[in-house]
């Protein structure tokens, strides 16, 4: 079982980032797909989940109206867009996949929001 993130990386704020996952070695449409952050010295967040009717959740209240979760089960990929872009997104950027107790977690991506 694989989760590949990508397309981290320094961007100013009110900037945009995508962020990518490739999922392998299960079956990635039963799954529940989750992007979760951890900000330095915090606990991990879950920012927002597609799960498997492909019904895209936001949970943290400080991302509705800025990011979008979508996946592509053609592809067997969930991303990330992230809009207007603050200080406080800043964080390690985790996917997560979930079926019942079945969990899988990304090594994750660096978000950097700084001028």
């Known amino acids: 079982v694989q989760l590949v993130e990508s397309g981290g990386g320094l961007v100013q704020p009110g900037g945009s980032l995508r962020l990518s996952c490739a999922a392998s070695g299960f079956i990635f449409e039963t799954f529940h797909m989750s992007w979760y952050r951890q900000a330095p010295g915090k606990a991990r967040e879950l920012v927002a989940t597609s799960n498997r009717l492909h019904e895209n959740i936001l949970f943290a209240d400080s991302v509705k109206g800025r990011f979008t979760i979508s996946r592509d089960n053609a592809k067997n990929t969930v991303a990330l867009q992230m809009n207007s872009l603050k200080s406080e997104d800043t964080a390690v950027y985790y996917c997560?996949?979930?079926?019942?107790?079945?969990?899988?977690w990304g090594k994750g991506t660096l978000v950097t929001v700084s001028s």
């Open positions: 997560n996949a979930r079926f019942g107790v079945t969990e899988y």
